[in-house]
């Protein structure tokens, strides 16, 4: 092959999804020679959203998590209280039960998410594994009592209703005044209809009875513009305006004004007060508390054995960015 083609097929190549590839297969780090990838790592971070955990995982997070399953996977290794192929299909059947489907759904779901079945084992198999050291080796329980759920429950309430105090005593939450009126038209084309047009408008408030009149009132009346009913906040509507419809009495029309296109007046419909609805705060029930609290518990013994897992197994950082 020539050098000029050679240069071409480069070129080509890095333009290609071979190239995108292969930087999705970038070597980030090696653990005990086993490397994991920038495909990896966002691998891991899609299967974590799925799973419905930290949904800002960052890629240095996420390669720490590989890393540590790894770790833990090793460890067992040494005590034959690693994960089983059917300890894996096992937890792959409870997952896919969790979503209502099956392992076959499951695979399918992993796959719109851009995982791979394998990244699921690991995942799993690395669950496994530390659960069987924590029991065995480091004797370690993961334990709620019923004092910790009561404890955990009071500071919920105590922190829901303090939120809600606050909402209640927002401004925008107190109960307003609303006006409910229609805006009616009469168009004039020329300054000499005025007197006419606003002859039309006492004949129209004369039959107004209220807003469900209005078209009765136009009857006959030329060129008669009905807007739609609206509801006006009071705190928006001038005081002299307010003091007109409350003059008026609801079921009346008050003006004539000078509008935009000639004579315009209000109708009045009516007023209600409107109290802004709370937000509706639902307490957790003991069971979700109790397994907050689990997972709290487990996450900080999973950080502190992690650490002296990790001791165990000769780590290679291939990208200097995810050493630190």
């Known amino acids: 092959m020539s050098r000029f083609l050679t240069t071409i097929f480069l070129v080509f190549a890095c333009l290609s999804p071979i190239g995108a590839l292969a930087q999705d297969q970038k070597v980030l780090v090696t653990v005990n020679d086993q490397p994991v990838t920038s495909y990896d790592v966002n691998a891991r971070i899609n299967l974590w959203k799925m799973l419905g955990g930290n949904t800002t995982l960052s890629r240095?997070?996420?390669?720490?998590?590989?890393?540590?399953?790894?770790?833990?996977?090793?460890?067992?290794?040494k005590y034959k209280a690693e994960a089983?192929?059917?300890?894996?299909?096992?937890?792959?059947?409870?997952?896919?039960?969790?979503?209502?489907?099956?392992?076959?759904?499951?695979?399918?779901?992993?796959?719109t998410q851009g995982v791979s079945m394998s990244v699921m084992r690991q995942y799993l198999g690395g669950q496994i594994a530390f659960g069987r050291l924590l029991s065995g080796k480091y004797r370690e329980r993961v334990d709620v009592t019923d004092a910790e759920i009561d404890a955990k429950m009071a500071e919920v309430k105590a922190n829901m209703n303090g939120q809600?105090?606050?909402?209640?005593?927002?401004?925008?939450?107190?109960?307003?005044?609303?006006?409910?009126?229609?805006?009616?038209?009469?168009?004039?084309?020329?300054?000499?209809f005025l007197t006419a047009r606003a002859a039309d408008t006492q004949q129209f408030a004369a039959r107004f009875k209220g807003c469900g009149s209005a078209k009765a009132a136009a009857s006959g009346i030329f060129n008669v513009k009905i807007g739609k009913k609206i509801e006006a906040d009071s705190r928006r509507i001038p005081p002299q305006l307010q003091a007109a419809f409350k003059q008026a009495g609801?079921?009346?029309?008050i003006g004539p004004f000078r509008g935009p296109t000639g004579l315009q007046m209000w109708g009045y419909c009516g007023s209600k007060k409107i109290t802004p609805q709370l937000p509706k705060a639902q307490m957790p029930t003991r069971e979700q508390v109790k397994t907050a609290l689990f997972n709290e518990k487990y996450d900080d013994i999973e950080k502190k054995y992690g650490l002296i897992l990790r001791k165990n197994v000769m780590i290679e950082y291939r990208d200097p960015a995810y050493a630190n």
Do not use: W
């Open 60 to 77: 240095k997070q996420a390669l720490d998590g590989i890393i540590n399953d790894i770790a833990k996977i090793e460890e067992a290794k």
């Open 84 to 111: 089983t192929e059917k300890d894996i299909e096992e937890r792959l059947a409870r997952v896919a039960k969790g979503m209502n489907t099956d392992i076959n759904g499951l695979k399918g779901k992993l796959k």
């Open 164 to 192: 809600l105090a606050k909402i209640k005593a927002d401004p925008r939450m107190q109960p307003v005044t609303v006006y409910e009126i229609l805006e009616i038209n009469f168009p004039v084309d020329s300054p000499d």
């Open 250 to 253: 609801a079921g009346r029309a």
